[in-house]
C-alpha cells in the first residue's frame, strides 16, 4: 500500500502533475520589489523569489514583476546575467508555499487582484489551475515558457489576450 | 533662560496665583472636569482592552467553522459531513471539534467543555481553568464531582490548571478526553459540535465557504473575520451606550464650563481693566487666561485619564462591568492588560482640552480690547 503510494507520488512527479515545494532565502523587511520598489516582506502571500548561484536572491511582489525583470535583466538588475539564476520561486496560492516558478501553472484574468494590479496566479497543479480558473473567472492558464514578453506590460492595462 | 520663555513663567505664576484667589470656584471645576475626563477615558480603555483581548483570542481559532442547523438552530454535525465535504481546494485541514457548556449549580456559573486535539487527558482526569480552580477551591491533585447530562455523578481528578495568556479564554474552561465527553454530554459516536478548517489563503475564504454553502446545505459556514466583526460591533454598541447614558453629564459640564470660560464675571472684567491700566498689553491678558484655561484642563485630563487607568486595570473597571462586559457569569478575575494607546489619548485630548482652551479665548480677547475706563467703572 505504502509502496504504491510512493510509487505514484513519483509518477506524477515525474510527470510534473503538480510542482515540488521550495527553499529559498526569505525577504527581510527592507527587502524590495526591483522592478516596482515596493516592500516585499508586507505581501507574503505573493512573494517570487529568484537566486542566484553565489547565492543571493532578488524578491518580488508578484509572479508580474518577476516575469518583467526576467524579461529585461539588463535593465532592472544590471549585473546580472540569466545563466547564473540557480532557482525561480512563486508562491502558489492554495497552500501559501514556494514552488518552482518553471513548474507552476499561471491563471491571468482572474478577479484576484495582487498588490500590483492584474497578476499572474501561480497555482501548483494543473487541477488547481483549472479550478482556479473557473471559481475566480480566469482567462486562461499558462506555463512558464508560454507566457510572452509582452504579457505583463499587457496586464497593468486590463488586457489578458 | 531667554526673555520669552522668562515671560511666560511669570504669567503662568500669575496665573496660579489669580487661580489660587478663587479655590471654591476652581476646584469645583476641576472637580467636574476630571470626572467627565474620567468616565469616558474609562469607558475607551475598557472598551479597547476587552476588543484586543478578543482579537487575542481569536488569532488562535480557525479560520472557517462550519456549523449544521436545524429549523434554524444549531445542532451536532455527522462526521461524515467531513467526507460529504470532500477536498475543497485551499483548505489544509478539516476536523471534528467537540465542546459544550456546562452549568454547575455549586457555583453556579457555567463552564465551557472542550475536547483539547492533542495531548488529552486520561479518561478520569480534567485540565481546569485557574478562575474554576479558585471558585471551586480545589487544586492539582483534587477531586471535582460533576453530575452528567442523565444526571449521573462524574468524579474527576484535576490533573492540570490552564494557564492561558489571556483570563477571558482559560477562566471557565475545562479539558478532557473525547470518550469521557461523549460519555458525560450523551453525544453518540459520530457526531462533533462543530467542524473547523484551517486555510492558508485569507483571500480564498468566501470561495471556500460559496462552495460548502453548495455541496452541505444544511449547514452554515462561520468565518473568523466574520466572528471579530460580530464581537467588534458588540463591544462599539456597548461603548455606544455608555455614552448615550452619559451624554446628560457631558452636556451638563459642557454647558457649565462653558458658562464658566465664555461669560466673564464683574470680577474677572475688573481685573482685566486694572492689569490693562497698569500697563499689560492685549496680548498678555489672552496670554494669562489661555494659561488659566490650559492650567485646568491640563490638570483635569492628567488626573482624569490617570484615574480611569487605575479604574480600568486595577479595579477591572468596576464601574462599568455589568454593561460593557456581560456575557457570561465566571469572569470575577478577569484583568484587562495595560496598555497606552496615543491615538486614544490625542482623540480624548482633542474633544476635551481642546474645546475648552478655545472656548475661554474669545470673550477675554473680547474683553482684553474694551477701553480699561469702560471696564472699571
Keep these: 500500500m505504502r509502496n504504491a503510494l510512493t510509487y505514484t507520488l513519483t509518477l506524477l512527479w515525474s510527470l510534473q502533475l503538480f510542482a515540488a515545494p521550495l527553499t529559498l532565502p526569505e525577504p527581510d523587511a527592507g527587502s524590495t520589489c526591483p522592478v516596482c520598489g515596493m516592500f516585499v516582506a508586507k505581501y507574503p502571500e505573493w512573494i517570487a523569489t529568484v537566486q542566484y548561484r553565489d547565492g543571493h536572491a532578488h524578491h518580488f511582489d508578484g509572479a508580474k514583476d518577476m516575469f518583467k525583470y526576467l524579461f529585461d535583466l539588463p535593465r532592472w538588475a544590471p549585473g546580472h546575467n540569466a545563466a547564473n539564476i540557480r532557482a525561480i520561486g512563486v508562491t502558489e496560492y492554495y497552500g501559501l508555499t514556494l514552488i518552482d516558478a518553471r513548474e507552476a501553472y499561471y491563471v491571468v484574468g482572474s478577479d484576484v487582484l495582487g498588490p500590483m494590479g492584474h497578476e499572474l496566479i501561480p497555482l501548483a497543479s494543473e487541477g488547481d489551475a483549472q479550478e482556479f480558473l473557473r471559481d475566480h473567472r480566469g482567462a486562461r492558464i499558462l506555463r512558464f515558457d508560454e507566457v510572452q514578453h509582452a504579457l505583463p506590460v499587457k496586464l497593468d492595462e486590463g488586457v489578458f489576450e | 533662560m531667554s526673555s520669552a520663555l522668562r515671560k511666560q513663567r511669570y504669567l503662568l505664576d500669575y496665573t496660579l496665583s489669580s487661580l489660587a484667589r478663587r479655590p471654591g470656584k476652581n476646584l469645583g471645576l476641576l472637580l467636574v472636569y476630571t470626572l467627565i475626563v474620567f468616565m469616558l477615558a474609562s469607558v475607551m480603555l475598557f472598551t479597547h482592552a476587552l476588543r484586543s483581548e478578543a482579537v487575542a483570542i481569536l488569532q488562535e481559532s480557525p479560520e472557517i467553522i462550519v456549523q449544521r442547523l436545524v429549523a434554524g438552530r444549531h445542532d451536532l454535525i455527522p462526521a461524515h459531513y467531513l467526507r460529504k465535504m470532500g477536498h475543497i481546494r485551499g483548505v489544509l485541514e478539516r476536523k471534528g471539534r467537540l465542546w459544550g457548556y456546562f452549568f454547575d449549580p455549586a457555583v453556579k456559573a457555567n463552564y465551557t467543555l472542550m475536547v483539547p486535539d492533542e495531548a488529552q487527558p486520561a479518561a478520569d482526569e480534567i485540565e481546569i481553568g485557574a478562575t474554576i480552580a479558585a471558585t471551586r477551591g480545589v487544586g492539582l491533585g483534587d477531586i471535582i464531582s460533576l453530575r452528567s447530562a442523565d444526571n449521573r455523578p462524574f468524579s474527576f481528578r484535576v490533573s492540570g490548571i490552564l494557564d492561558a495568556d489571556s483570563?477571558?479564554?482559560?477562566?471557565?474552561?475545562?479539558?478532557?478526553?473525547?470518550?469521557?465527553?461523549?460519555?458525560?454530554?450523551?453525544?453518540?459516536?459520530?457526531?462533533?459540535?462543530?467542524?473547523?478548517?484551517?486555510?492558508?489563503?485569507?483571500?480564498?475564504?468566501?470561495?471556500?465557504?460559496?462552495?460548502?454553502?453548495?455541496?452541505?446545505?444544511?449547514?452554515?459556514?462561520?468565518?473568523?473575520?466574520?466572528?471579530?466583526?460580530?464581537?467588534?460591533?458588540?463591544?462599539?454598541?456597548?461603548?455606544?451606550?455608555?455614552?448615550?447614558?452619559?451624554?446628560?453629564?457631558?452636556?451638563?459640564?459642557?454647558?457649565?464650563?462653558?458658562?464658566?470660560?465664555?461669560?466673564?464675571?464683574?470680577?474677572?472684567?475688573?481685573?482685566?481693566?486694572?492689569?490693562?491700566?497698569?500697563?499689560?498689553?492685549?496680548?498678555?491678558?489672552?496670554?494669562?487666561?489661555?494659561?488659566?484655561?490650559?492650567?485646568?484642563?491640563?490638570?483635569?485630563?492628567?488626573?482624569?485619564?490617570?484615574?480611569?487607568?487605575?479604574?480600568?486595570?486595577?479595579?477591572?473597571?468596576?464601574?462599568?462591568?455589568?454593561?460593557?462586559?456581560?456575557?457570561?457569569?465566571?469572569?470575577?478575575?478577569?484583568?484587562?492588560?495595560?496598555?497606552?494607546?496615543?491615538?486614544?489619548?490625542?482623540?480624548?485630548?482633542?474633544?476635551?482640552?481642546?474645546?475648552?482652551?478655545?472656548?475661554?479665548?474669545?470673550?477675554?480677547?473680547?474683553?482684553?480690547?474694551?477701553?480699561?475706563?469702560?471696564?472699571?467703572?
Design chain 2, 167 to 377: 483570563q477571558l479564554v482559560s477562566a471557565d474552561l475545562i479539558l478532557l478526553s473525547e470518550a469521557t465527553f461523549r460519555d458525560f454530554f450523551a453525544i453518540p459516536e459520530g457526531l462533533y459540535t462543530d467542524l473547523v478548517l484551517r486555510v492558508r489563503n485569507p483571500r480564498e475564504l468566501r470561495t471556500i465557504a460559496e462552495k460548502l454553502i453548495l455541496l452541505l446545505p444544511d449547514t452554515r459556514p462561520i468565518l473568523r473575520d466574520e466572528v471579530l466583526r460580530t464581537y467588534d460591533a458588540i463591544f462599539s454598541w456597548r461603548q455606544g451606550i455608555v455614552f448615550v447614558l452619559m451624554a446628560g453629564a457631558v452636556l451638563a459640564f459642557v454647558i457649565f464650563a462653558w458658562d464658566k470660560a465664555s461669560g466673564l464675571s464683574g470680577e474677572e472684567r475688573k481685573e482685566i481693566g486694572v492689569l490693562k491700566a497698569l500697563g499689560w498689553e492685549t496680548a498678555d491678558v489672552i496670554r494669562m487666561k489661555f494659561w488659566e484655561g490650559a492650567v485646568v484642563s491640563l490638570l483635569a485630563f492628567l488626573l482624569g485619564y490617570l484615574l480611569a487607568y487605575a479604574h480600568v486595570f486595577y479595579t477591572s473597571a468596576a464601574l462599568f462591568e455589568p454593561v460593557l462586559k456581560g456575557w457570561a457569569v465566571l469572569y470575577p478575575e478577569f484583568a484587562p492588560i495595560p496598555y497606552i494607546d496615543l491615538l486614544q489619548i490625542a482623540t480624548l485630548f482633542i474633544f476635551t482640552v481642546f474645546p475648552y482652551t478655545v472656548a475661554t479665548i474669545i470673550p477675554i480677547w473680547r474683553a482684553a480690547i474694551t477701553d480699561p475706563d469702560l471696564v472699571m467703572r
